[in-house]
């Protein structure tokens, strides 16, 4: 009997270190660090800065030729008290991140235009930064109403080559999506 409680003393002791540096470690993936609706004319803009890290795996296999494609999403709700949200508008956003071997430039390709740059810090940057992107109109708003935003970017696991999909699926290094980040934004 004496013997067991030493255990579990011992167990005790050893989860708590395991949880102590597990969680010390940096995680890779995709976190929201600010967005903004801008008025303009006659729309709103969204304004977002990401935190991306992206994996040691993750970066070999982008070297290596495979395009990594990632999905911004934006969805603005009517909250209601007593009933379900609203939902006003939606959007998304598919942003390329790819390397090309012959010149060594990474790429971003983002819906009307094209961006190279000689480093993955630099493409990873520019990855992070969403500007001036027109998700909503004002005659889609009125006036008196309370509003919630949110937002989210996550790798498109979809878009990687079959081989990938699987153990992407099962893979933490693989895993990058942010949390729903949500805000009542002032229109």
């Known amino acids: 009997m004496h013997y067991w409680k030493k255990c579990d003393w011992l167990v005790q002791c050893l989860l708590c270190l395991f949880l102590c540096c597990a969680g010390s470690v940096q995680a890779d993936g995709i976190e929201v660090k600010t967005a903004e609706l801008v008025a ?11 935190g ?44 390329r991140l790819s390397y090309h071997a012959l010149s060594r430039q990474y790429l971003i390709n983002l819906p009307n235009h094209q961006k190279s740059f000689s480093t993955l810090n ?3 940057e520019e990855l992070s930064r969403v500007r001036d992107w027109i998700v909503l109109e004002k005659s889609q708003i ?17 878009r990687l080559p079959k081989a990938l999909q699987v153990e992407a699926l099962g893979s933490e290094k693989w895993n990058l999506v942010s949390e729903r980040y949500r805000w ?3 229109l």
Do not use: C
Request: glycine residues 4%; charged residues 25%.
């Open 52 to 95: 991306v890290d992206v994996s040691a795996e993750v970066e070999e296999a982008l070297n290596r030729g495979v395009p990594l494609n990632f999905l911004i999403e934006f969805q603005l709700v009517a909250t209601r008290r007593y009933w379900f949200d609203d939902e006003i508008t939606s959007a998304s956003q598919r942003v």
């Open 122 to 124: 630099e493409a990873v």
């Open 184 to 186: 009542t934004p002032a």
């Open 142 to 158: 009125a006036k008196g109403e309370n509003y919630q935003a949110m937002l989210r970017m996550r790798l498109d696991h979809t």
């Open 40 to 50: 303009t004319g006659d729309a709103y803009q969204l304004n977002v800065d990401f």
